[in-house]
């Protein structure tokens, strides 16, 4: 086999595993992080959801998060198909209801928030889904170095004799 015929047979060898891994990493496929909200839906359509006394979520089999009402739990997935089963507890000392929950995840976004009563419920996804946005710190002004003086006496000047007696 000549040498030229052997390096373009390689080359395509290379493109065909690559489109192949690339192919596999889309039916597997990207990573999302999941928030779960037991938190009360305030007035969807004039109704108000509220959240229940507490909700278990399980993942793959392992319990991800015990939620009371107010409180937020999350789990990472990857893949578009999310699976859990949720263990509800609507009043405290009440018999749990088991809800298995099967949702598609969006490819486009990573962060996603679902409102567990508003899901369970069995409203639209437009009232249980959103997406997570991190809330932004505000990041302190470091001084300039070189201003002002580096024991914070006030002294401006070189030895702070600015009122003219520099010269007696």
């Known amino acids: 086999m000549k040498a030229k015929t052997r390096r373009t047979l390689f080359s395509l060898l290379l493109v065909l595993v690559l489109v192949c891994v690339g192919a596999a990493m889309m039916v597997i496929g990207r990573g999302h992080t999941v928030y779960f909200d037991n938190k009360t839906l305030e007035e969807y359509q004039g109704q108000t959801y509220k959240a229940a006394h507490k909700i278990v979520v399980t993942v793959k089999g392992e319990e991800v998060a015990k939620l009371g009402a107010r409180e937020r ?6 893949g578009q198909n999310f699976k859990m089963v949720l263990e509800v507890t609507q009043e405290k000392g009440g018999e749990p209801a088991i809800h298995e929950i099967d949702l598609k995840l969006p490819y486009s976004v990573d962060g996603i928030v679902i409102n567990l009563p508003a899901l369970l419920a069995g409203l639209p996804e437009e009232a249980w889904f959103s997406e997570f946005v991190p809330a932004e710190t505000e990041v302190p002004e470091e001084e ?16 702070g004799l600015e009122d003219g007696l520099g010269d007696v």
């Not at 739990?73 to 990857?78: E, Q, T």
């Not at 170095?145 to 030895?159: A, M, R, S």
């Open 144 to 159: 300039v170095p070189g201003e002002g003086d580096e024991f914070g006496l006030g002294l401006e000047g070189e030895l």
């Open 73 to 78: 739990g999350m789990s990472v997935w990857i």
